[in-house]
C-alpha cells in the first residue's frame, strides 16, 4: 500500500501570499489530521477531519484553515504568510477518528522570505 | 501547549549501548505513543501503551507508563547507528479522537 503523500515537498513564498498543501491519505483511511513542525515550538497540532468533517482544530489563527474531499484526501490553506509560518507541515492519516495509529507523509518544508 | 517533556533533550550513545529516554506530561491520558523522526523527515509510529498498561515491549524497544508520576521512558536495547533520530513521546487525551499532543523530542545520536 502507498504511503501517505504530500505535495508539493518544498516551497518557498513571500510575506503576504498563499499557500495550499496538500494531503493524499493511505488508501481506506477516513482520518486526516496536520501538525506543524518549527524549531522553536516543536511539534504543534493544527486540525483533525474525518468524513469531510473537522473534528478538532488546535489554537491556530484563522488564516490556517482546511478541508477535506470525498475522497479523504485533504488541503490546508494558510492566507497572508507570516515569516513565522515556515515550518514542516506534517500530515497524518488513520483508518478513523481516534483509530490510534496514525501514519505520517514525509512533509512539506515551508519558507516564507 | 506542549503536554510532554522529554528528558534528556539530547543522548550520545556507542552502538551496542542501551538508550533509555524519560517523557514526562500534565494532564491525564487515554494513551501515550512514542514516534520516531529522522532528520527532518515524517515521523514513525514506534509503540503505544495505554493508561491502563505499565509495560509494553515491541523488539528492542520497551516502554513503561507510571500513571501516578505522569510519566514514561522508552529503552531501545542494543542500539545501532540506524537508531540515530529524534524521539518524541505524544499523548492522546480523550477517546474518540486522533489529536496527538508532543513533548519536544530527545536526539539519540548512536556512534558506530
Known amino acids: 500500500k502507498a504511503g501517505v503523500t504530500q505535495t508539493p515537498r518544498y516551497l518557498i513564498k513571500t510575506r503576504g501570499q498563499q499557500v495550499t498543501l496538500s494531503c493524499s491519505p493511505i488508501?481506506?483511511?477516513?482520518?486526516v489530521s496536520w501538525y506543524q513542525q518549527t524549531p522553536g515550538q516543536g511539534l504543534q497540532f493544527l486540525f483533525e477531519y474525518f468524513s469531510e468533517t473537522q473534528r478538532n482544530k488546535g489554537n491556530f489563527p484563522g488564516r490556517f484553515s482546511g478541508r477535506q474531499f470525498s475522497n479523504s484526501r485533504s488541503e490546508m490553506n494558510v492566507s497572508t504568510l507570516e515569516l513565522g509560518d515556515s515550518a514542516l507541515y506534517l500530515c497524518a492519516s488513520s483508518v478513523s477518528t481516534g483509530d490510534e495509529t496514525q501514519y505520517f507523509g514525509p512533509g512539506t518544508r515551508l519558507l516564507v522570505l | 501547549s506542549q503536554q510532554g517533556e522529554e528528558d534528556p533533550q539530547a543522548l550520545s550513545i556507542q552502538e551496542g549501548e542501551n538508550a533509555t529516554m524519560n517523557c514526562s506530561y500534565k494532564?491525564?491520558?487515554?494513551?501515550l505513543q512514542w514516534y520516531r523522526q529522522n532528520s527532518g523527515r515524517g515521523l514513525v509510529h514506534l509503540i503505544l501503551i495505554r493508561s491502563n498498561e505499565r509495560e509494553k515491549h515491541s523488539g528492542r524497544l520497551r516502554v513503561t507508563l507510571d500513571t501516578s508520576k505522569k510519566s514514561s521512558s522508552l529503552l531501545i536495547t542494543a542500539s545501532r547507528a540506524a537508531d540515530t533520530a529524534s524521539y518524541f513521546c505524544?499523548?492522546?487525551?480523550?477517546?474518540?479522537?486522533?489529536?496527538?499532543?508532543f513533548g519536544k523530542g530527545t536526539m539519540l545520536l548512536v556512534s558506530p
Open positions: 488508501s481506506g483511511h477516513r482520518s
Open positions: 505524544a499523548t492522546v487525551l480523550h477517546s474518540g479522537y486522533s489529536t496527538l499532543t
Open positions: 494532564t491525564s491520558i487515554n494513551n
